[in-house]
């Protein structure tokens, strides 16, 4: 096979992928509808909610922890830095606006994928295998309709909310910092930080999570929807999940940092 | 003759008589997976009533046929036809509606194991009824008796039995009453017992409801004695179409093979390995 063969084949098969994660993403909207309290018997809002302790409420201790030791770590970099400079107050806007904008969004986006999207891929792969789906199907229920969309409301609605809870820990940690080495009270490095925010750091932060939970879910469900291989299959699947969602995760951050860099500065 | 063998002589004596409109028709089917022909070809019309029993050997292609006309492939070349509706071409929402007749019983019984027995039988009642949840309540307790399970309501799939789970799953098929029921390897993985009262149950339903009966299956007792019509399926091709008189009466050396469980011959390089030459 020749390199051009090749490079060709792999375009394919990236365009193929694509192609099928808008198709399922167009017919997850379509389905959605559905899913209001208020249709038939609620069947599928009782699922979401069902989801949300899942997705967001279960994820939330270790997201605090791993937020809060970023914000600890980014204080402590800058910190070392800023001091030779003499410009220590610098560290409560550098991390109230890398929390807010990039590391809430991106680190809370990161423990779901590692706690949630394999769940999610392994559940689906493994409803793949033993024929679940197959079951759902012949039901007359769409599995995108049945098991996709209460995953994906409930992470449209937990993700933005555990971006907060990430966003809050960082800057609490760096609240920390600063209580020992500026001598700033806990509420003074607060007050100073909702200073310094803009509202553009908090709608950007919120539009990254929105976007992120979206790609989580419909990566994860498309692997598990795509298994093939049996048991071993829903190994790779979880693999195959977790490493396209961190890729296309943080490929999307750099097209929304760009996008707000140039056109909503 | 044992009392169980004598209870589905009896149920199938005198044979119902199927009306001669046809349901599911197949024709000129041809599936492959790769470089790999599972079916070449393949033309069968299935009558509302009948039980149809499709035979095969392992990897015969019955399974790939039955899952075409469950409408869970899509055809790519040929056609298949369910209640007149041609489903390579149906819509997403004709496909939907279409299944609701339908009742699916898998070879591994594919009960949702994050719910318990009673919500699965529910489950396609609560989505497809409008029916109020006490009266779904009393009506999964009635499928499941009719299936002979009591007090696994509560009970979750992985705390039954093989034969319990495929009767459960059984009981979930049925839930809507379909016009059509298709089972795949109804007796796969059981013991003769066990097997055996499946069948038995095939029967009484057949007796009891106006409902046709697509099955999938390599054992041929079974298949004996639940089947209106056989269907013999090899290599893709199908070899054989008939009674079941006309079936063991089939001069084909390939189906007299089958029916009789002559092992092949075995080859030279094989004969002389085991033999340790």
């Known amino acids: 096979m020749t390199l051009l063969e090749s490079v060709g084949r792999f375009s394919i098969r990236q365009a193929e992928y694509i192609g099928r994660l808008a198709i399922q993403f167009w017919y997850c909207l379509r389905f959605s509808v559905r899913a209001s309290p208020f249709k038939g018997r609620g069947l599928r809002w009782k699922r979401t909610l069902r989801q949300m302790g899942d997705i967001g409420v279960r994820s939330l ?36 606006t890398t929390m807010t904008r990039e590391l809430g969004p991106l680190m809370a986006a990161i423990v779901v994928i590692g706690r949630s999207g ?29 098991v996709l969309v209460p995953k994906y409301l409930a992470m449209l609605v937990m993700l933005p909310c555990l971006t907060v809870m990430s966003v809050f820990s960082g800057i609490l940690a760096g609240g920390v910092f600063a209580y020992f080495t500026l001598d700033l009270t806990l509420l003074a490095y607060l007050s100073r930080t909702a200073e310094i925010l803009l509202m553009r750091d908090i709608v950007s932060g919120l539009v990254k999570a929105v ?15 795509t298994v093939s291989g049996g048991p071993v299959g829903v190994g790779h699947s979880t693999t195959s999940a977790v490493v396209k969602s961190i890729f296309l995760v943080v490929l999307a951050d750099l097209l929304c940092t760009t996008f707000f860099y140039f056109f909503w500065r | 003759m044992t009392a169980s063998t004598r209870s589905t002589t009896e149920l199938r004596e005198p044979p119902r008589q199927a009306s001669r409109e046809t349901v599911i028709s197949v024709r000129d089917l041809k599936v492959r997976y790769g470089e790999r022909t599972v079916l070449d070809g393949v033309s069968l019309d299935i009558l509302r009533g009948e039980t149809m029993v499709i035979l095969g050997g392992s990897g015969s292609g019955k399974t790939t046929l039955l899952r075409h006309m469950e ?7 040929g056609s298949v036809t369910v209640k007149g509706v041609d489903l390579a071409t149906a819509s997403r929402a004709t496909l939907t509606a279409l299944r609701r007749s339908m009742g699916v019983s898998f070879q591994s019984a594919a009960m949702f194991n994050s719910m318990t027995v009673g919500d699965n039988v529910a489950l396609p009642l609560l989505e497809h009824s409008a029916l109020a949840e006490s009266t ?60 055996a009262g499946l069948d038995d149950l095939i029967l009484r339903l057949k007796a009891a409801y106006p409902i046709t009966i697509v099955v999938v299956t390599h054992e041929l007792a079974s298949a004996f004695l639940i089947a209106d019509r056989m269907c013999m399926i090899n290599e893709g091709k199908i070899l054989a179409v008939g009674t079941v008189d006309e079936i063991r009466s089939n001069p084909d050396p390939r189906v007299q093979q089958f029916i009789r469980r002559e092992a092949n011959e075995p080859s030279e390089a094989s004969s002389s390995y085991i033999m340790g030459a």
């Open chain 1, 61 to 96: 201790p270790v997201l605090c922890l791993v937020s809060g030791a970023t914000g600890m770590i980014m204080a402590l970099q800058a910190g070392a830095e800023l001091r030779r400079f003499g410009a220590m107050e610098a560290i409560v806007t550098m991390v109230g």
């Open chain 1, 118 to 146: 394999s769940a999610i891929s392994a559940e689906v792969a493994t409803m793949a295998v033993t024929e679940e789906l197959d079951a759902l199907r012949a039901m007359a229920l769409d599995p995108i309709d049945f």
């Open chain 1, 211 to 225: 976007i992120f939970g979206s790609i989580i879910v419909h990566v994860s469900c498309l692997e598990g929807f």
């Open chain 2, 71 to 77: 409408g869970l492939e899509r055809p790519a070349e």
């Open chain 2, 136 to 195: 779904i309540q009393v009506m999964v307790r009635i499928k499941l008796q009719q299936v002979g399970l009591t007090h696994v309501e509560d009970l979750y799939p992985t705390q039954l039995s093989g034969g319990m789970r495929k009767r459960a799953s059984l009981a979930r098929a049925l839930a809507l009453d379909p016009e059509i029921l298709f089972f795949d390897e109804p007796s796969a993985g059981l013991d003769p017992v066990i097997a």
